[in-house]
């Protein structure tokens, strides 16, 4: 199975920018459909968004449209996820995940995650 390891979480205001990066190792993330998940505290993991084989992006999350994009950097093996005004419920862990099939094939292997806090 592939291996997943995010970054690039920390602390930001609200309104600020974070970048989170998804590394991936023993596969190439081409292959993959891989998603973004998070969960706040008190609450379910929940499913952001997904890029698939062909690119495509599925949104799960009506509150991140126009905030959040996906992309793939085949250079460096990564996933990223960019975010942008960010607000206090955006307050979660973040994982990615990935699947050797379409995005609604269910995720195979996870990250450990990488918290992002938006706070004042």
């Known amino acids: 199975q592939v291996q997943l390891v995010e970054s690039g979480g920390g602390l930001v205001q609200p309104g600020g920018s974070l970048r989170l990066s998804c590394a991936v190792s023993?596969?190439?993330?081409?292959?993959?459909?891989v998603g973004w998940l998070r969960q706040a505290p008190g609450k379910d993991r929940e499913n952001i968004l997904c890029i698939s084989r062909s690119d495509g992006v599925t949104y799960y999350e009506d509150s991140v449209k126009g905030r959040f994009t996906i992309s793939r950097d085949a250079a460096k093996n990564t996933v990223n996820l960019q975010m942008m005004g960010l607000r206090p419920e955006d307050t979660a862990l973040y994982y990615c995940a990935a699947v050797m099939g379409g995005c609604n094939m269910g995720y195979r292997s996870y990250g450990q995650g990488t918290q992002v806090t938006v706070s004042s």
């Open positions: 023993g596969g190439t993330q081409a292959h993959y459909s």
